[in-house]
């Protein structure tokens, strides 16, 4: 019974003891009364730090080391007084001065050891070297020993440097935030500060333009410094940074620098989301497997398909470039052959005659082909170019039954023309040119594969195009050649280039030139009944109201309404012109601006002009800046924009230089009547 009394006498003893281990004892009596004493015991704050210590966004002290400074006056239970500096200078002057007792935050140096001493040092960050963008990344702090080096006044890593590298440059300034703005102007080649601090600010200030290019061998630890000469103090600091645990610092650490407590793999909403990624993933591969597998699909049948049609052009060229020597050397034969007969004394008036004719058509027929194959040379290369004049259509068409004529009496077929088109209709605006060749073209080819028969030539006006057919007798098109024929060398079979000789271009060129004159052909063709191709072409006639030259030497004749339209495409253009003439209320008299810089002219020079329309995308100058000029010159001429590009943002930077109104390509007549009405009004009314 004794026994079990001491022995409960003795854990009550070391309860009590453990008890009187508590945070509240880790002083002395004598230590205690001490710091009752004590009511003017300072510590320095430096808050320019972070995320040591720094002013936070409610204006209050912050920081990792504030919340260790906290844990420490918790632990002693006293509040020092903070003394808050802005200039690290002062504050070491201070301490110096024994102003101040303790430091919040200060490096361990063997100068500052002299009279201070250090307690906690609660981690630390490696210092590197900061440099602009611009500066090689490969390049270490041993490059910079001839360069200057920007650092804090004072900080403890100019005694560093000055213990280490004793003929290194430096440039001192107050703080870090103006080293590195010094090294960002270029006033200094670099800087080394602590690396946690460096990334804050570089982020924080919006230092883009620096860098950081490597660590140096040196580590800023911040400890809490107490002056060396207040021995109770020292004591006291010293006792409770020792009385702080590993649990207590992991739990600041953990406030600042972590979140995580339990490891993320130990948590049931990372296998939920890494099974979800998973099994998506898996999903998405087996979609993008059988994707790819079509797409191969597809894309290794059009190969075959471009195989096959290469290996088919392949061999239209071929027998077409020996087509060509046969070509050539037919009508060179002709040519040489009844020249050497010419020197003949002995030849009749009849003979000579006839040798000389046939020396002719050899020879035309031998530039038909070389023309043939230089004109698709330039069409395939897109260097065609169309130009627009005025076409008696009656008097093109007779000319053209005049010209193939005698080809067909050859052939015995007849040739005749049908015009449907009135008199008072005939003058329309077309590249002439062109659409002699086009219509010659069709001719030769109806004349070529005919035998018997008759080729008839017919013409009228349908809507707002002028129809040209051309019917024959002839041989036909096969249904499986009817959609090659338009493509260049590919006469049906070798067999008809034989038989009807030539190169198998004229359709191609008629089909280009169709296209560049904003035509259409088309045909209908039944094997040995003959085809019927018709040409369909934009109907632009001329009226009283002619086209005004750009050139300033001519006279400009008044009218009702005198529009400018601005536009350097000539289909665009004559579209515009053809709308305006027949708008049966408006008479006008249309000038011609083939760029920016020619309106800008014209307006200048001409008062009479009523409208502008005014085309965006122009050589020489464009839309935008014509218009500025224009408005400038003249602020109460109306313009209208018409361009093919019609976003909203073209809308607003039409409107922005100066334009009244816009217009998007194609134009529709039915939106340009009410422009036209609106503006021309306002305009005469002023």
């Given amino acids: 019974m004794q026994n079990k009394i001491s022995y409960i006498f003795i854990f009550i003893c070391l309860f009590i003891g453990v008890l009187s281990c508590s945070n509240d004892d880790i002083l002395n009596t004598s230590e205690k009364n001490w710091l009752q004493q004590q009511d003017t015991l300072y510590v320095a704050v430096y808050p320019y730090y972070p995320p040591y210590q720094f002013i936070n966004k409610k204006d209050s002290i912050d920081g990792i080391l504030v919340d260790h400074f906290r844990l420490i006056e918790n632990k002693i239970n006293y509040t020092f007084h903070k003394k808050y ?55 270490k702090f041993k490059d910079f020993q ?113 979140n995580v407590v339990k490891p993320f793999y130990k948590k049931p909403k990372f296998w939920i989301i890494s099974s979800i990624i998973f099994f998506s993933a898996l999903a998405g591969i087996i979609l993008i497997y059988f994707y790819l597998k079509f797409i191969i699909k597809q894309k290794t049948k059009e190969l075959r398909i471009a195989k096959d049609n290469a290996e088919e ?52 027929d031998l530039i038909t082909s070389m023309d043939n194959i230089l004109e698709i040379s330039i069409l395939e290369t897109k260097q065609s170019k169309i ?19 005698d080809k067909a009496t050859e052939k015995k077929l007849v040739l005749h023309l049908e015009n449907e088109i009135p008199e008072e209709k005939n003058i329309i605006v077309s590249d002439k040119s062109k659409l002699h060749k086009i219509l010659g073209n069709l001719v030769d080819n109806s004349i070529k594969f005919s035998n018997t028969g008759s080729i008839t030539i017919f013409s009228y006006i349908v809507e707002d195009s002028v129809a040209i057919s051309i019917k024959d007798t002839g041989i036909g098109i096969k249904q499986k050649d009817q959609n090659i024929i338009f ?26 030139y169709t296209d560049l004159i904003g035509g259409k052909i088309s045909f209908v063709s039944k094997e040995n009944e003959g085809s019927t191709f018709v040409l369909k072409i934009p109907y632009t006639p001329m009226h009283n109201n002619a086209e005004l030259s750009t050139n300033k030497n001519e006279e400009i004749l008044p009218e009702k309404h005198v529009v400018l339209i601005a536009e350097d495409g000539e289909i665009n253009f004559l579209f515009l012109k053809t709308v305006l003439t027949k708008m049966i209320d408006f008479e006008f008299v249309i000038y011609r601006a083939k760029n920016g810089k020619e309106a800008v002219e014209i307006c200048e020079e001409n008062g009479k002009i009523d409208l502008v329309l005014m085309d965006i995308k122009m050589p020489v100058m464009d839309g935008y ?48 009547r009410p422009i036209l009405d609106k503006y021309i009004s306002i305009f005469r009314n002023k």
């Avoid at 101040?100 to 201070?116: F, G, P, S, Y």
């Avoid at 493509?487 to 280009?512: P, R, V």
């Fill in 387 to 405: 130009r627009f004049t005025e076409i008696n259509l009656r008097e093109l068409l007779q000319e053209l039954v005049s010209e193939y004529n």
């Fill in 487 to 512: 493509k260049s060398f590919s006469q049906s079979e070798k067999e008809i280039s034989k038989n009807f000789g030539g190169l198998g271009l004229g359709l191609a060129i008629a089909k280009e």
């Fill in 85 to 139: 500096y802005t200039n690290w200078t002062q504050l070491l002057k201070d301490i110096e001065n024994k102003k101040i007792d303790v430091v919040l935050e200060m490096q361990k140096t063997a100068e500052r050891k002299k009279h201070l001493n250090f307690y906690t040092e609660f981690f630390k960050t490696p210092f590197v070297l900061v440099a602009r963008k611009e500066v090689d990344s490969g390049l």
């Fill in 313 to 364: 052009s392949n061999r239209i060229k071929t027998n077409f470039i020996q087509n060509i020597s046969h070509e050539i050397r037919t009508p060179m034969n002709g040519i040489m052959g009844f020249s050497e007969l010419l020197k003949s004394g002995s030849l009749t008036p009849e003979e000579r005659k006839e040798y000389t004719e046939i020396i002719i058509d050899s020879g035309k």
């Fill in 146 to 258: 001839n360069k200057k080096i920007a650092v804090p006044k004072g900080y403890s890593i100019d005694d560093y440097l000055k213990e280490n590298y004793p003929n290194l440059e430096i440039n001192y300034y107050p703080d870090d935030i103006t080293c590195l703005r010094k090294v960002q102007s270029g006033e200094s080649d670099a800087y080394i500060g602590g690396q946690a601090f460096v990334n804050y600010l570089i982020k924080s200030e919006g230092l883009t333009q620096l860098k950081v290019l490597s660590k140096i061998n040196h580590s800023y630890i911040p400890s809490v410094a107490v002056h060396k000469e207040n021995k109770i103090l020292n004591r006291i600091i010293a006792k409770a940074a020792n009385s702080i645990t590993i649990k207590e610092k992991q739990v600041i650490i953990d406030n600042w620098l972590f």
């Fill in 625 to 672: 800046d014509a218009t500025k000029r224009i408005k400038k010159m003249r602020p109460d001429l109306p313009v209208i924009a018409q361009t093919a590009y019609s976003t909203e943002e073209d809308i607003e930077r039409a409107l922005a230089a100066g334009c009244d109104d816009f217009l998007a390509k194609p134009v529709d007549r039915k939106i340009l």
